[in-house]
């Protein structure tokens, strides 16, 4: 699903200056936020510090540092501006797996 997004992920990053977060972390890390409930990108770098799963979601070794809530922040903002993660989360709705698994009822 991400290389079909490439072209346009590519087109958000700049060769020259910090390492940015991979786009395929960044992905993963907010649809834990979205999945979960997380409010805040503090909240999720709180997750992602000490919670083994989400780590491994996100692609993080255990020993990784986790990202700066700011950096993180503007690399999300990055993404939104080029409308990549609104595709993807259409591609990933849409995804012939995924579609069995949604349902439009309501539960209390």
Known sequence: MLK???VNIGKL???????SIP??????ALL??????LRSERQLMEQLD???????FAGLAPDDPVWNA???TKNRERLQQ???FQKFMTKLLNHPQV??????????
């Open 4 to 6: 079909e997004l490439s």
């Open 13 to 19: 990053y700049s060769s020259e200056g910090r390492p």
């Open 23 to 28: 786009p395929e972390q960044l992905l993963s």
């Open 32 to 37: 834990l936020q979205v999945f979960y409930g």
């Open 50 to 56: 000490y919670n083994l799963l989400y780590r491994w």
């Open 70 to 72: 700011t950096t993180f």
């Open 82 to 84: 080029g409308d990549v």
């Open 99 to 108: 579609k069995p698994l949604l349902s439009d009822e309501h539960f209390s």
